[in-house]
């Protein structure tokens, strides 16, 4: 097996480079399918929040992690405290969108669902970097501007209230914990009408590539079951169901 490098896929006959593994994912695979397969490898704590879902209901998101931490502020005092970070308008906020690389997702958590995580302007620079989407473990505003553009946004949902004087980023490509989920720099963000769910890079070539050949079953087994075959049959003989 080829090893990884600087968060790259690890090659596999069914694809070379993340481009094609992407392709694959957003043509065959779904949040659901992928979840079965980690069930299946013991990896049962991958599904972030149900509260987070699509801002549209065909967005759909495939690629690898760009963590941010976010943390509460409490002072309307620019000059308060002793760390120099948080007087900062949005603490790294602008320096983790500015870093972010083609097919990368901006995943943000640690603040209190109060207030807006992510909008249009941010949504601009994403696109123009060539990231593939934004999931924030709390809301997004400028919904109109974000459906616009049609960029993959999964979020608790609709919501004004600015991050500004309330949050600050003070971290980002860090490891995240989101509600017992752990997400690491460069795992996988597969998002859908379904939820969002996270591959760790360690296991991806075996879950993508078992998702991959579970997919294609049910194609062949709804197929048998639409010419007359009962479910019973079907799940017998092909264990797919």
């Known amino acids: 097996m080829n090893e990884q490098t600087n968060g790259r896929s690890v090659a596999s006959p069914l694809w070379k480079h993340d481009d094609e ?3 694959i994912v957003r043509n065959e695979l779904y949040t659901a399918v992928v979840g079965d397969i980690m069930d299946k490898m013991g990896l049962q704590r991958q599904f972030l929040p149900p509260q987070i879902q699509p ?18 502020v409490f002072s309307e005092d620019p000059s308060a405290g002793q760390n120099p970070l948080l007087k900062k308008p949005f603490g790294l906020m602008l320096e983790a969108l500015d870093d972010l690389k083609k097919n990368e997702v901006y995943i943000c958590a640690g603040a209190s669902p109060s207030y807006a995580l992510w909008g249009e302007l941010m949504s601009t620079r994403a696109m123009q970097l060539g990231a593939a989407g934004a999931v924030v473990d709390g809301y997004s505003r400028d919904t109109k501007g974000i459906l616009q553009l049609n960029f993959p946004t999964f979020s608790y949902g609709r919501y004004a209230q600015d991050q500004a004087p309330r949050g600050k980023v003070i971290d980002f490509r860090v490891p995240l914990e989101i509600r ?20 760790p890079r360690e296991a991806e070539r075996e879950v993508f590539s078992r998702a991959i050949e579970k997919a294609r079953g049910e194609k062949m087994v709804q197929q ?3 010419e007359g075959m009962s479910a019973g049959q079907a799940f017998a003989k092909y264990g797919i169901m």
């Open 180 to 199: 017992g989920v752990r997400v690491l720099p460069g795992d996988i963000v597969l998002g859908d009408i379904d939820g969002v769910c996270i591959v």
């Open 55 to 72: 801002l549209q209901s065909d967005m759909f998101l495939v690629g690898r992690a760009m963590t941010v931490l976010e943390a509460d």
């Open 224 to 226: 048998k079951i639409l």
């Open 21 to 23: 593994l992407f392709s």
